[in-house]
């Protein structure tokens, strides 16, 4: 009997085109400076490696809703950070690209996904999956009737990766009004939420924007970036509690469960704002140090308000600047990645560490 391979309907693994680049980059008399992707270099805070060891002799099955403390420490956080308040459903999840990649399908969403029109590859990925249709759309009340009649959920995205661009809290209101009138979920992916640089970013369950209703709302939250968890695979969703219920049960059928010590070590990520703090701080260091580097090089810097990456420009095709910036041993991802409109841009990680983000300037000069 004849079966659709699924790898087949996806699209090709961007990461595989920048070999060409990154072995260019790496053949630099100084080496490689890897500002390609968003991955932790700094070490975890010991107080959270020292919660995962004195918890690695748990033997049995973890729970898929997670534990008490767990759960009561995502409510605290989101309170405490964020200023999501009544919030009372939460869900920990094996890293947020597991679960945004699986989130259409778990729900049993067939329709439309509208994703954000620049976009992390993911979102995309995770309509197919499911068998359902990705539209690109920031606005979904730019669509007819028709067009929002087939819509089963929105992915939105502030701060924005790769862009680094926020919402405001009546652009938030807006979507989210739209998605109830049209029996919408809205997925909404913060995980750059602890990293905003000018301005405010604001949560879809914070106070100020839902006003305390949860309804139809999923926050996906992640400790990858605000706390170098990425080889946890900490994350969680947050909101409505009859959807956390059903992804729940779904999850229990599929043995999608976070790790017993992996919950335990979270737990104190999330209770110990300072090591957050800290990282923020090293960030900004280095968030200085990359903008002065390109706009001395003659980039153009758009957005980047939020998140780990500058979305910058020197207004030509985006591989030409990835070559131009590989043959000076810096590697960085192109604008088409993440949509076909971003041909002129290009994504700066500032996931390096100190020295080498000082040290690009004089790799640009």
């Known amino acids: 009997m004849a079966r659709t391979r699924l790898g ?22 100084e080496g490689i400076i890897n500002l390609s992707v968003g991955s932790p270099v700094d ?42 308040t009544g919030v ?76 680094g661009a926020v919402a405001g809290i009546e652009q938030l209101q807006g979507i989210i009004a739209w998605a109830r009138e049209h029996d919408v979920i ?10 905003t640089w000018e301005g405010e970013a604001f949560s879809v369950l914070d106070e100020r924007v839902s006003a305390g209703d949860h309804a139809g709302l999923l926050a996906i939250h992640s400790l ?5 968890l990425a080889s946890y695979r900490c994350g969680f969703f947050a909101g409505d509690q009859e959807l956390i219920a059903e992804l729940t049960e779904v999850r229990k059928h599929s043995g999608l469960i976070m790790p017993g010590p992996i919950q335990a070590a979270m737990v104190a990520a999330l209770e110990d704002d ?39 420009t020197r207004g030509e095709d985006c591989w030409a600047t990835v070559d131009w910036l590989a043959e000076r041993g810096v590697l960085v991802a192109p604008g088409t990645f993440y949509s076909p409109s971003s041909e002129k841009f290009v994504r700066v990680a500032m996931t390096t560490t100190d020295e080498l983000a000082a040290a690009v300037a004089g790799r640009l000069k």
Not at 53 to 72: D, K, S, V
Not at 280 to 308: M, N, P, T, W
């Open 8 to 29: 087949s309907t996806l699209p090709d693994f961007p990461w595989n085109s920048l070999e060409p680049a990154k072995a260019k980059a790496s053949a630099h008399p």
């Open 88 to 163: 009372e459903g939460v869900l920990p999840v094996v890293g947020t690209k597991e679960a945004i990649a699986l989130l259409p399908l778990l729900l049993g969403v067939k329709g439309t996904v509208l994703i954000p029109e620049v976009a992390y590859p993911t979102y995309e990925v995770a309509a197919l999956i499911a068998g359902a249709t990705p539209v690109r759309c920031d606005d979904p009340r730019t669509l007819s009737e028709e067009e929002a009649a087939d819509v089963d959920l929105i992915f939105i995205n502030y701060p924005s990766n790769p862009t």
């Open 224 to 228: 990858s970036k605000t706390s170098n």
């Open 274 to 312: 300072a090591q957050e703090a800290a990282q923020k701080d090293r960030y900004a260091g280095r968030r200085e140090d990359l903008k002065a580097a390109l706009e001395g090089a003659g980039f153009e810097i758009v957005h980047s308000e939020a998140g780990l990456y500058l979305w910058v």
């Open 43 to 84: 070490d975890v805070d010991p107080g959270i490696q020292q919660a995962l060891a004195a918890n690695a002799a748990a033997p049995g099955y973890p729970q898929t809703i997670g534990t008490p403390a767990l759960r009561a420490a995502i409510v605290d956080s989101l309170a405490r950070r964020y200023r999501c």
């Open 186 to 195: 809205v997925a909404s992916d913060e995980c750059y939420l602890g990293l």
